[in-house]
């Protein structure tokens, strides 16, 4: 077989796309050897799965100790893999692979839509540049294998009407439930999809009805198992996780319309846009109808803050792409009846280096940046050697965002981290973490740590840059605050003093 022959076969250039976008990610996520500040969470739960074979639920460094509550199945899928491979190469490569996958799933979706390979290949190449897609490179983060599932649900749903992809769907649908609470996404959409399917007179198999019904059962039945005590002890408040409302009033932070805008990319945008309109007033379509739903259950999620920015958005513009097919399948035909025929290669390639600019440079330049929201060396330097000089019942006191870096690396006790649930009094301990480096009087810095009993205090540049000051100013020749180590900005102070 020569070249000519295989460039036609789509998957010479599936293959080609996942490479490319693969090679991409991971120089990306090997421009620093670290990781960001919440994948260390995951680390410990795969280090643990792998050492005694079961997830880290009853957490003794955690705020001191607690219960932690999460679907087991991304750490057990990580943790295999880590039986053959270092857990931070697997931590690095795993997650990326499988971001790097969407394209397939998209192809065959787009194919599903358009039945046209070449549009189906050009949306399957701009899954793998969406700029969103790029923020979390080095969190380990579940969204990249909830993303696989949930779309390769709804090609199952696609084909509902074939006997081996009911059974695909339900094996996929326990797989989901067993990852993630973003199955959520899924059902909400699902359940829209049926009232939009009602309101526009489609026609719903029962098939589909029913492995709707049994998804929606089972989402709720197994997160019920999972989060009874988080919905004992939140009651209905647990659908925010406990998040601090001080976290949940800067939901969209300092997130303006033109970053959001950049982060999706311009051409999926109007492209998908126009699907939306065009399935509601020129072409109905169960297909399309079933993607628009999901990408509305995405944004109904982000605008009650039920799920975090970057996550909602990851959703929200992958079905943007995926309908993008079907927008360039009916530009396409246009331009053929039109007079303007003669420039269609012209404006194909217009349009490519549109995506370009607005997607593939974007995605390349939030990957780098990111890439530098990372812990130095001397924060990790700093942290094991608290794992071997401090007391094992030592409380080590660092903002919310260097919580999981303490337990992971110094193996003790932080103050806060991010895992909300089950924590009581949520807000004031954040408030207090928050005055313990921002207080200018040493009073109430140390009154707040006798609080809490602990005698430890983690400083570093990212402490600094977190509360945007250039250093805490009571820590400075204090007897009451004593540096106990430091190297380069991070620092570890041990109080002496008592404030009753």
């Not at 719903?204 to 709707?212: A, D, G, N, S, Y």
């Not at 009874?228 to 969209?252: C, D, E, R």
Request: with cysteine; hydrophobic share 50%; aromatic share 16%.
């Amino acid at each position: 077989m020569n070249f000519k022959d295989l460039k036609d076969k789509p998957a010479f250039w599936l293959i080609l796309i996942f490479v490319l976008v693969l090679a991409v990610r991971l120089y990306i996520a090997f421009q620093t050897p670290m990781f960001n500040y919440d994948a260390y969470f995951t680390l410990r739960q795969v280090e643990h799965i792998k050492d005694t074979g079961f997830p880290l639920y009853k957490d003794p460094l955690s705020y001191g100790g607690k219960t932690q509550l999460f679907a087991p199945l991304n750490y057990y899928v990580l943790a295999t893999f880590s039986l053959i491979f270092p857990p931070e190469l697997v931590g690095k490569i795993l997650p990326n692979i499988f971001a790097a996958l969407l394209i397939v799933i998209v192809y065959y979706l787009s194919l599903k839509i358009t039945k046209n390979m070449r549009i189906s290949l050009t949306t399957a190449f701009m899954s793998g540049f969406i700029p969103i897609y790029f923020l979390d490179i080095n969190k380990i983060t579940v969204d990249y294998l909830a993303v696989l599932l949930v779309f390769s649900i709804i090609y199952c749903i696609f084909r509902i009407g074939e006997r081996k992809y009911v059974d695909y769907a339900l094996i996929l649908m326990f797989l989901l439930v067993l990852t993630t609470p973003l199955a959520f996404i899924l059902i909400i959409g699902l359940l829209l999809y049926l009232l939009l399917s009602k309101l526009e007179n489609l026609s719903i198999e029962m098939k589909e009805l029913e492995i709707i019904l049994f998804f929606t059962f089972l989402v709720f039945w197994v997160n019920l198992l999972i989060y009874k005590n988080a919905f004992l002890t939140h009651g209905l408040l647990v659908v925010w996780q406990n998040i601090p409302v001080q976290m949940l009033s800067n939901f969209f932070g300092q997130t303006t319309f033109i970053e959001l805008f950049l982060t999706v990319s311009i051409i999926p945008l109007i492209f998908g846009v126009y699907a939306y309109y065009a399935a509601f007033h020129i072409e109905h379509s169960k297909e399309i109808m079933l993607l628009i739903s999901v990408g509305m259950s995405s944004f109904i999620l982000l605008w009650f803050k039920l799920t975090d920015l970057i996550t909602g958005l990851i959703f929200l513009s992958i079905t943007l792409v995926i309908l993008t097919a079907y927008s360039l399948k009916r530009f396409g035909d246009f331009i053929t009846k039109s007079k303007i025929q003669k420039y269609k290669w012209a404006l194909y390639t217009l349009l490519l280096i549109l995506f370009i600019v607005t997607a593939i440079v974007p995605s390349v330049i939030f990957g780098m940046q990111r890439t530098k929201i990372t812990p130095s060396s001397d924060d990790v330097a700093v942290l094991k050697w608290a794992s071997t000089n401090l007391p094992q019942d030592a409380i080590i006191t660092s903002t919310l965002g260097e919580g999981n870096l303490v337990t992971y690396y110094a193996h003790r006790k932080n103050l806060m981290d991010n895992n909300f649930l089950l924590t009581p009094r949520i807000d004031q301990r954040l408030l207090d973490i928050n005055e313990i480096y921002t207080t200018t009087f040493e009073t109430k810095a140390l009154g707040t740590l006798n609080k809490y009993n602990s005698k430890y205090v983690l400083i570093t540049s990212n402490t600094l840059q977190t509360y945007n000051l250039k250093d805490i100013s009571y820590v400075k020749d204090n007897k009451c605050f004593l540096p106990q180590y430091y190297i380069g900005n991070a620092y570890i102070y041990y109080t002496t003093c008592k404030v009753e």
